[in-house]
């Protein structure tokens, strides 16, 4: 015997296939650029190692290799911060989250350095949360540079503007609050990152650019041998007017200046010998923000203990065992087992705080930007 259909329930039947074959195909999830999440790596080894070197600086290559790492590092970080910020708005999304990845660790570890430096160091207890301690002022810079973000991609000759206002801000002294410094005079850096295209590196990808970026590496190195006894360090930090160093506005900026191109130009050579392909250590590139924010406990400790003072490290094999020791630490402190133990800490479930707003699915990348 032949079954009928029920036209009632065939003719609904027929509309949804119509509607679900005439429906869009959902967008599929946009993969993560390894060039980048491996550069992120790359780089927050290079601010390990560099705050493991700063009690050893009277060995020459301890002293040669902190200039050269503190010349560029930080700049890097912000650069490739600003290319991966490139698409954020005002939307109450972006901002949302922009509070919870940045505002939120920022009040915690202010808090958390501030109390291991009384607890640990035995200084005076100061909490302050508008003169950032330690490395927490690049959270707090990097949470105002992402809210300018609109603003640069807006307005004309963005990075002259912004090169003018770096300049501008060290012929006077703005004070500790807020890190205004560091916050204005790195601001080129960021909005260059934002006017780079993924075709401008490429030109970093070609064999010639490989090997002029380890001979200029390798070049600024040898010159910071003898550069590191002449220079005043305070330098590479960005946190001074030119009235702490006694120089004049003209000189100071020409200083400014300079150090600037010569940032970009070791940016330039650190990126170009930077895999492109997916490598052992890429996944780690996503996690930067645990090494970054936690190892500082770390290298607190060296300097509060007296560590980095024992004879044994202060010779040339006293610093390489410093180096290595950093990049191992540097290299745990993203992996796996590292972020589910201190996610809660580094990346705490503030959502509550808003409404309509769920967790984001991974946002462990926030030093160098959020998402590829």
């Known amino acids: 015997m032949t079954q009928l259909s029920d036209p009632g329930i065939a003719a609904p039947r027929a509309v949804q296939a119509q509607q679900a074959a005439q429906a869009p195909a959902p967008r599929p999830r946009k993969e993560r650029d390894p060039y980048f999440d491996n550069a992120k790596f790359l780089a927050i080894l290079l601010v390990v190692v560099g705050h493991s070197l700063v009690g050893l600086r009277d060995v020459p290559l301890a002293g040669a290799a902190y200039l050269t790492i503190y010349l560029f590092h930080m700049p890097l970080f912000i650069l490739v911060t600003g290319y991966l910020s490139r698409n954020f708005t005002f939307g109450s999304g972006k901002a949302r989250k922009l509070v919870l990845q940045l505002a939120v660790p920022y009040l915690l570890f202010e808090f958390l350095y501030s109390m291991y430096n009384w607890a640990v160091g035995g200084n005076e207890l100061s909490l302050s949360l508008l003169d950032p301690y330690y490395l927490t002022w690049f959270l707090l810079a990097l949470f105002w540079w992402r809210l300018s973000t609109p603003v640069w991609q807006q307005i004309r000759w963005p990075l002259a503007v912004a090169v003018g206002i770096s300049l501008l801000s060290y012929l006077d002294d703005l004070g500790d609050e807020l890190e205004l410094h560091r916050t204005l005079g790195l601001l080129p850096f ?119 003072d024992l004879e044994m490290w202060h010779s040339v094999p006293g610093v390489l065992a410093m180096a290595a020791i950093a990049l191992a630490v540097g290299t745990l402190l993203c992996t796996p087992p590292v972020v589910r133990t201190f996610r809660w800490l580094v990346e705490p479930d503030a959502g509550r705080m808003f409404t309509g707003l769920r967790r984001p699915a991974d946002s462990r990348n926030v030093p160098a930007g959020k998402g590829n």
Do not use: Q
């Not at 300079?258 to 492109?276: K, T």
């Open 190 to 308: 960021y909005v260059l990152g934002l006017l780079l295209r993924r075709e401008h590196f490429a030109l970093l990808h070609r064999p010639v650019a490989r090997v002029l970026g380890a001979l200029t590496l390798a070049g600024a190195l040898a010159v910071a041998f003898v550069a590191h006894r002449h220079m005043a360090v305070d330098w590479v930090y960005w946190k001074h007017p030119h009235s702490e160093f006694g120089v004049d506005h003209l000189t100071g900026t020409a200083m400014r200046l300079a150090m600037m191109v010569v940032a970009v130009v070791l940016i330039a050579a650190f990126l170009s010998l930077v895999p492109r392909r997916r490598t052992w250590f890429t996944g780690l590139g996503a996690a930067t923000l645990y090494a970054y924010l936690l190892h500082g406990f770390g290298t607190r400790l060296m300097t509060y203990s007296g560590f980095d």
